[in-house]
């Protein structure tokens, strides 16, 4: 079984560097476990092209987002340094990205479990608003539990905006989002769609991190789940997401090349 994890993940990063998704019926059955360590092969292959991890996305924590990809609990992928991007158009070839607005905290500590919401708070020494990029490199995104760990929890992009806010200056559970697509109202959302509050996105983080032998450090990047259901983002498209007391989170995909 560990040669075909090592050839899955020679295939999921050929597919995430060519931009080719896929077929989900040539993909072998996995649990959780094997697509946790498909997801660090890969993630060990693409770090040579996009640096280090610099912290972690938390999948899977609103009931929306598990009913649309039909999973039953939070999953986490690793963010790589070179895939977080300031506002602006997107000119990467993705597959098929959706958007996912969310707060992304910075931890100040480690934080290690059992560890409360109380103390993943006091952990936190940042607040960012973001728009998380997620992209299926399974066309389709026909998607299993195993399968989407195994892809990076479908991580892609991570857009930051520019205010970042001290956490005891935010209610994060009370931290509420519009999405508009090309100007049009499309989402809503609050902090406690993820959850109950993205503190305890963090504490649940920290103890599933520990069942694997690595923990939450000081410094990491945590975003802590969509709080609406995916937006589609097409060639052309700008999102924006304005956040409550955060502030606006913008960005675009480049339009298709009509020249093809």
Do not use: C
């Not at 300031?86 to 597959?95: A, C, K, T, V």
């Not at 969310?102 to 103390?119: F, K, M, N």
């Not at 993205?198 to 990491?220: F, N, Q, T």
């Amino acid at each position: 079984m560990a040669d075909s994890l090592d050839a899955l993940a020679d295939r999921l990063y050929d597919a995430y560097g060519r931009s080719d998704p896929l077929d989900a019926a040539t993909l072998p059955d996995l649990d959780l476990a094997d697509g946790y360590a498909v997801q660090r092969a890969v993630t060990d292959r693409r770090e040579a092209d996009e640096g280090p991890p610099v912290g972690y996305k938390v999948g899977f924590t609103s009931a929306a987002i598990r009913e649309e990809l039909g999973v039953d609990d939070p999953a986490y992928g690793r963010i790589l340094a070179d895939t977080v991007r300031g506002e602006g158009r997107l000119d990467d070839d993705l597959i098929d990205p959706k958007v996912e607005p969310e707060l992304a905290v910075r931890l100040s500590e480690p934080l290690d479990p059992p560890a409360t919401p109380v103390d993943a708070l006091a952990a936190i020494g940042a607040v960012v608003p973001v728009i998380e990029v997620v992209d299926s490199r399974v066309a389709g995104w026909e998607l299993t539990a195993g399968s989407a760990v195994a892809d990076d929890t479908l991580a892609a992009r991570v857009v930051h905006g520019d205010r970042i806010a001290d956490p005891t200056a935010v209610d994060l559970p009370l931290e509420g989002v519009v999405v508009r697509r090309n100007g049009e109202r499309v989402a809503t959302g609050v902090g406690a769609d993820v959850l109950g509050s993205p503190a305890r996105v963090v504490a649940w983080l920290a103890g599933a991190l520990a069942e694997r032998g690595e923990r939450l450090a000081a410094g990491d990047l945590v975003s802590t789940g969509s709080l609406t259901e995916l937006v589609p983002l097409e060639p052309g498209d700008t999102v924006e997401a304005r956040f409550t007391s955060l502030g606006s989170v913008t960005v675009s995909r480049k339009p298709r090349d009509s020249s093809r």
